[in-house]
């Protein structure tokens, strides 16, 4: 150390700080487990108790008991410096499924009307898949993103959509949350008229099986909808309605 | 992802058709939409394979100019404040001088919103579109 302070002249400053320190932590130390009375100088202190404890079920009478080992006299064990604590109830064993509950809470305050859960669950019969067309309305301005969904990740709150088009001949692939708060809507534009055999569609990235731009769709949906909204049902056909013309010729082959 | 000797494509009417990265400019880590690199032209655009003709008139710049270019679109996702992502299938960049103003008059492609974020105002309104 001296050969270190006539190096850095600061160096030597440094050391006594962190060894005042050092000895304000040892002697609070000692204050801390003074009560007890077997203490020596190299013991380590007890780790604090936890301090948020549940409010029911939890032993009142918290005693701490220190480590006994066997010592040469039959009958006289030698009690050790080392508390025991209790060992402390698992937050599982309150809420086994915490995680369970906040995400349907979250999933509730983001979507209060079911809508977008029903679009994408399982047990719906018309809920969206992969292979569909979908649009992705959002409120931060720009055009609404329309393309074919490759893959839904399911995933609670944070379950999102890959949906892939072409726009000048460039593929574009655009991740959207489904309860994000940003988006404000999700329409299925065309209906995949059999079934894709996959749940990730990744080989839609190649050349050969790429659908390329799906403007057109997009097109024939708008234009399909406007004559819904003139006409005198607004509600049929749309956006959890069943499969357009397309599948209806398919199907009945 | 861009990073030394990544091979974009440039996207302007510069005259360039594909640049090679060779720095990325005020930062250590690899360059994404919206970053400034330095790029050497690797290939004109017209030019023939028996060599620079007439059709090279036009441009700008020639293969082996050195030129900065502000990156539009990457193969590696970038995610959005709001959670969402953008993709694209290429890489592709647009070349600037070194003012920060594009060398070329037109931009064929989509680009990337995230210029707006990084204020090349210039570059947005020149694309056709941006995702």
Redesign the interface.
Known sequence: MIIQSARHPLGSWKAVLRRAQQQQQFLLRTMATATTTTITNTSIPPPPPPSSKPKSGWVKSKKVKFHVIKSTVPGKPIRTAFAVYPRGHSARAINPEALKTFHAQQIKRLDKTGARTALFSKANPDAAKPGDVLQVT?N?G??P?AGVCLSIRRAGVDT?ILLRNQ???????????VY?P??TGIEIIWRRPKRARRARLTYM?KPKHDMGNVDHLVEAWRRTRNVFTSGKGAKAGQHLGRPGKHAKGKRGR | MIQLKTMLNCIDNSGAAIVECALVVGQKRHATIGDRIVAIVQKQRGATDAGMGAASAANKVKRGDIRHAIIVRTKKKVQRPDGSVVRFDDNACVLINKAGDPIGTRVNGVVGAELRRRKWSKILSMAPTHA
Not at chain 1, 167 to 177: A, H, N, P, R, S
């Open positions: 959002t931060r720009g055009e993103f999102a726009l000048t001949k460039i593929g574009v692939e655009m991740w959207y949350k994000s940003t988006v990235r």
